[in-house]
C-alpha cells in the first residue's frame, strides 16, 4: 500500500512564507513523478507545480517567481516552497505523485489528505 502524508499547512499573513512537505511510503518501485495541486472553496482542482524524477519543475503561471517546488529523492519527498504569499492563495493543499509500487505492472497516481493553508490578516 502506497501513502502519500502532507505536512506544513497553516495560516499566514499576505506576504509570508509556508513550506509543505510530502512523503511518499509504502512498497513502492519507482516515483516517476511528484508534484502538488490546490482546490479553493467553489473552484477546481489546480495544478500548482510538478517535478519529474530526474527533470525540473513546471509551475502554474500564477505561482511562477513565488513557489519553489523540489525533491529529495532518497526521502521519497516533494517540497513546495511558498513566497510572497496573497490571499488568492488559499485553499487546500494536495501532494500528488505517479508511482509504481512493487505489486503492480503500471504506475499509478496517488493523492495525500490535503493541507489547508490560509492566507489572511
Known amino acids: 500500500q502506497v501513502q502519500l502524508v502532507e505536512s506544513g499547512g497553516g495560516l499566514v499573513q499576505p506576504g509570508g512564507s509556508l513550506r509543505l512537505s510530502c512523503k511518499a511510503s509504502?512498497?513502492?518501485?519507482?516515483?516517476?513523478?511528484m508534484g502538488w495541486y490546490r482546490q479553493a472553496p467553489g473552484k477546481e482542482r489546480e495544478l500548482v507545480a510538478a517535478?519529474?524524477?530526474?527533470?525540473?519543475?513546471a509551475y502554474a503561471d500564477s505561482v511562477k517567481g513565488r513557489f519553489t517546488i523540489s525533491r529529495d529523492n532518497a526521502l521519497n519527498t516533494v517540497y513546495l516552497q511558498m513566497n510572497s504569499l496573497k490571499p488568492e492563495d488559499t485553499a487546500v493543499y494536495y501532494c500528488?505523485?505517479?508511482?509504481?509500487?512493487?505489486?503492480?505492472?503500471?504506475?499509478?497516481?496517488?493523492w495525500g489528505q490535503g493541507t489547508q493553508v490560509t492566507v489572511s490578516s
Open positions: 500528488n505523485a505517479l508511482i509504481k509500487p512493487f505489486s503492480t505492472v503500471l504506475s499509478g497516481n496517488y
Open positions: 509504502g512498497r513502492i518501485f519507482a516515483i516517476n513523478a
Open positions: 517535478m519529474p524524477t530526474g527533470g525540473t519543475g
